[in-house]
């Protein structure tokens, strides 16, 4: 199994800046994509931030130039810098990790307990 502690999260004034970790133990092979996804109060939850083994990167359009997402594979962490956060990026962060337990296993997918971000006008 694959455990993924979520930490950072917090109250921040409008213009303000946080930063996200998860970090993922376990009896873990190989980490494929490091996901971040936020869910907002009646809104779906959506894809933020995705970062894979070789270093691509995507980010959600409303994110773009303010979030950084990087990983330290030594540590099996991610982490998102959140800069110029606005109250519409208040949600609960949720980390996501997609696994494989050993050379012959397929990847599974895993998935933190969620960080509260609030983000007050």
């Known amino acids: 199994q694959v455990q993924l502690v979520e930490s950072g999260g917090g109250l921040v004034q409008a213009g303000g800046s946080l930063r996200l970790s998860c970090a993922a133990s376990g009896s873990i092979f190989s980490i494929n994509a490091m996901t971040w996804y936020r869910q907002a109060p009646g809104k779906q939850r959506e894809l933020v931030a995705l970062?894979?083994?070789?270093?691509?990167?995507n980010y959600a359009d409303s994110v773009k130039g303010r979030f950084t997402i990087s990983r330290d594979n030594a540590k099996n962490t991610v982490y998102l810098q959140m800069n110029s956060l606005n109250p519409e990026d208040t949600a609960v962060y949720y980390c996501?990790?997609?696994?494989?337990?050993?050379?012959?296993?397929?990847?599974?997918?895993?998935w933190g307990q969620g960080t509260q971000v609030t983000v007050s006008s």
């Open positions: 970062i894979t083994s070789s270093g691509r990167l």
């Open positions: 996501n990790v997609i696994a494989t337990m050993s050379s012959r296993g397929l990847p599974s997918a895993y």
